[in-house]
Nanobody, 128 residues
Framework: QLQLVESGGGLVQPGGSLRLSCAAS????????IGWFRQAPGKEREGVSC????????YYADSVKGRFTISRDNAKNTVYLQMNSLKPEDTAVYYC?????????????????????WGQGTQVTVSS
């Protein structure tokens, strides 16, 4: 069974940090670009950060630049999203997705124009 499983979400105070993990089973992530996306209540899903299959190219939404870092460990078949200086507006369900996409910006920005594997999501709540 091919699946992606996110973990690491939770409740954190503003200014705090969380590290999300996206683990794949049933397939290898080596040949896939991976993206982190989020959806807040009443809002559309948006691309947060995406990384190429080699890890050499990354993309960040303006709202998270300088605060979030995406990385991948192909040996562990896992991708991470380190989130620092969290703000209440970061509150959302975070999803990871894998796609055979060569341009990471396109993966993050043009969500409706590609297909791939999606995880079930993990809730991140930033609140005091």
């Amino acid at each position: 069974q091919l699946q992606l499983v996110e973990s690491g979400g939770g409740l954190v105070q503003p200014g705090g940090s969380l590290r999300l993990s996206c683990a794949a089973s049933g397939f290898t992530l080596d040949y896939y670009a991976i993206g982190w996306f989020r959806q807040a209540p009443g809002k559309e899903r948006e691309g947060v950060s995406c990384i190429s299959s080699s890890g050499g190219n990354t993309y960040y939404a303006d709202s998270v630049k300088g605060r979030f870092t995406i990385s991948r460990d192909n040996a562990k078949n896992t991708v991470y999203l380190q989130m620092n200086s969290l703000k209440p507006e970061d509150t959302a369900v975070y999803y990871c997705a894998a796609g055979r996409i060569t341009t990471v910006q396109a993966m993050c920005v043009m969500i409706d124009f590609w297909s791939g594997y999606w995880g079930q999501g993990t809730q991140v709540t930033v609140s005091s």
